[in-house]
C-alpha cells in the first residue's frame, strides 16, 4: 500500500467496527460511518459520502445487498478513479456484478471480498477474504487487507467470490444446527456437557468451530459472534440462488432461524439455535 492510501470503513457492525480500530492502530483510516450512530468507533464522520471523500479505499461491510445498494447510491457521486472499493458484506453473486458495474462505471477499481471469521477473528487479525475481481484491483486490495487478515484467496470472478462466500454459510448453518441437534441428543441421554466435549475432543469430528461454539453451548452465553439474523440473511440468499430443493437442510435450518427472530432473538449468537430443541 502506498503511503498516501488511506482507508475509510463503511458498516459499523461487530466485524466493521473491529477492523475500523484495526486500520487506526495501523495508522491506515481515515473516517468511517454507520447507518446509525456509533460515536465510539474511531474517526466516526457525518455521512457516508465524506467517508468517499476522505480515504482513497472504500471499505463496505454492511447487512446485505438492499444496505449495500443504498450506500452506493448515495456515494457514488464522490467515486472516482483514484478509488478502490472493497466490498465485504455478505450478497449474492447477480448483485456483486450489479455493484461492480456501477464503481467501474465511475472510473474506480472494484473488489468483492466476502470474508470467512468471526468477530474473534476480526479482532485478532485472522480473518480469510475470499477475492473476486481485477488482477490489478485485487493487488491493490491485498496490500490494504494483508494486515488485517490470515489468508486471501483468489476466488475468481466477482460474481464467484460472491457465491462462494454463501456456499460455506451454507456449511456453517448446517454444522451448527447439527452441533445444537447432536447436543440435545446427548443431554436427553442424561451426559453431562463436559463429558460430551470431551469425549469428543481430539477426534476426527473435532474442529476449530466446535471449539469456539463448545463454551457458548455450555454457558448459555448467545452473546453473538456470528448473528440469528445475519445467518438467516445468508441462508435465504443461498436458497434464493441455488433453490430450496437443492438445499433441503439448509432450507429448516433457514426457517428455524425465521422463528428465532420471530421470537426477538435476532442478535443472539445462530448457536442460539439450541433453543429451539
Known sequence: MTVAERVGVIGLG???????????????????????????APRVVADAVEVARTCSVVHVV???????????????????????????????????????????ARGAAYVEAPFMGSLLAARARKTVFLLGGEESAIARAEA?????????HRAGSIGQAAALKLSFNVFVGVMMQG????LAA????????QVYFDCLRGTAVWS???????????????????????LHKDLTLATDMVGSGCLPLVSVVRD??????????????????????
Open 14 to 40: 461487530l466485524i466493521g467496527t473491529a477492523w475500523a480500530e484495526n486500520y487506526e492502530a495501523d495508522g491506515k483510516l481515515a473516517a468511517s460511518w454507520n447507518r446509525s450512530a456509533k460515536p465510539a
Open 62 to 104: 454492511l447487512a446485505g445487498p438492499p444496505a449495500v445498494a443504498s450506500v452506493l447510491e448515495t456515494v457514488l457521486d464522490a467515486i472516482e478513479p483514484r478509488h478502490l472499493v472493497i466490498q465485504s458484506s455478505t450478497i449474492d453473486a447477480a448483485s456483486a456484478e450489479a455493484f461492480a458495474e456501477r464503481v467501474t
Open 144 to 152: 490494504v487487507l494483508s494486515s488485517m487478515s490470515s489468508v486471501r
Open 179 to 182: 452441533i445444537c441437534e447432536s
Open 186 to 193: 446427548a443431554r436427553h441421554s442424561g451426559i453431562p456437557d
Open 208 to 230: 476449530d468451530f466446535l471449539g469456539l461454539k463448545e463454551p457458548k453451548l455450555r454457558n448459555g452465553d448467545f452473546s453473538p459472534q456470528f448473528s440469528v439474523q445475519h
Open 256 to 277: 428455524r432461524l425465521a422463528e428465532l427472530e420471530a421470537e426477538g432473538l435476532a442478535g443472539e449468537d445462530m448457536s442460539a439455535l439450541i433453543k429451539r430443541l
